[in-house]
């Protein structure tokens, strides 16, 4: 479990050869990276004088962030979880039609697991986007630079998720399932860099002026 | 010291209302998970015959990687650091003309201090970037997306600390040095983000075509 690992071991094993932890296991606690810093913001607000109208509104964004913390980190547990059995999979012999047909449908199936994962990540990280955005506009203004680095650990989680739906969908034999999980990602990762990066230029003006 | 944490410890002090952890942290922490990711690729590439020519070139990376891994640690620590110093310097007496101009003296000092750090994170973040095209070009295919995934954080560590830089330039009463700094911070901002997104869509062309 990610979440009991020390942090300088678990960057060296995501530095090491081994293939998990990887893209996809970063990308998730990137997500959880960004879920935390939004709660760190939420939870500089609620019980503040001058954000008592929002401190309601505050505290619904914080639960959920609370949970889409803990979600990207089992999200990150499964995406290494789904690994092995791939692996297993392009293994498999299949050297008579029987074999080979037998390997086709096994790989599609753990492909297809193994890009569902990346694409949660993805969807949690589009809901992170959605509250930081709030958090923006009704956060304390006193860390508000957190909200901007929290929107680009979304946007890392986001972009870095959607390598992994590429390199399962690739190798999908079903190409019509591929194309529609590809462009499933493609909508995401469109909308969610965009929103990021106005989310992020709104901090930023803020900030400098 | 962040080496020593546990993952699911400081993401819930990340999350707390606490000062520190916060946006300075968590990009330094983007920086090391970036330069984990090029060390995976570099680390999948040594070894193999197909890459034998610029094996020797890819160890040099390697071991730059390895370094950055390193320092960005540190700085994540060296930001938790410089963040005390200064929240007590806004505290000192200004009552007296003596009291106000020693406060000014320690706060500009302090400030300065506390830009510096996030400012080493984006310099970093910068050589990351340099090592991760190199590899984007002659680095395992197979472990490409990997290479996409640490450009993400990468940039996410560059465009995470300025915030810090932003947010300490701003109550600096030394204008010329803070518009200095913020300058440097732009351009570095400007050259990364260019170049993150570059290496970037390189990789996702790869992957999708």
Redesign the interface.
């Known amino acids: 479990m990610?979440?009991?690992?020390?942090?300088?071991a678990?960057?060296?094993e995501?530095?090491?050869?081994a293939p998990v932890p990887?893209?996809?296991g970063?990308?998730a606690?990137?997500g959880?990276?960004g879920?935390?810093?939004g709660?760190?913001v939420a939870?500089?607000t609620i019980g503040k004088k001058r954000y008592k109208d929002v401190e309601e509104e505050i505290q619904l964004r914080l639960s959920g962030?609370?949970k889409l913390?803990k979600e990207f980190?089992v999200l990150a547990d499964k995406d290494a979880e789904v690994f092995a059995p791939l692996s297993k999979a392009y293994g498999l012999p299949a050297d008579t039609r029987e074999q080979k047909e037998e390997k086709e449908r096994i790989m599609e199936e753990r492909l297809l697991a193994a890009s569902l994962v990346p694409l949660e990540v993805m969807e949690k990280a589009m809901e992170v986007l959605d509250i930081l955005e709030y958090l923006a506009e009704k956060g304390s203004r006193m860390a508000i630079?957190?909200v901007?680095?929290?929107v680009?650990?979304a946007?890392?989680a986001l972009?870095?998720a959607v390598?992994?739906v590429?390199?399962n969908t690739?190798s999908m034999k079903n190409r019509e399932r591929a194309e529609e999980l590809?462009a499933k990602a493609n909508g995401l990762i469109e909308a969610g860099t965009r929103q990021a990066d106005e989310i992020?230029e709104k901090?930023?003006r803020g900030?400098?002026s």
């Open positions: 990610i979440e009991k690992k020390v942090i300088g678990w960057t060296e995501l530095a090491s050869k990887g893209g996809g970063a990308s606690l990137g959880a990276m879920a935390a810093l709660q760190m939870n500089l962030l609370e913390q980190l630079s957190d901007g680095v929290g680009q650990f946007r890392a972009t870095g390598m992994n590429y390199i690739k590809n992020y901090v930023q900030l400098v």
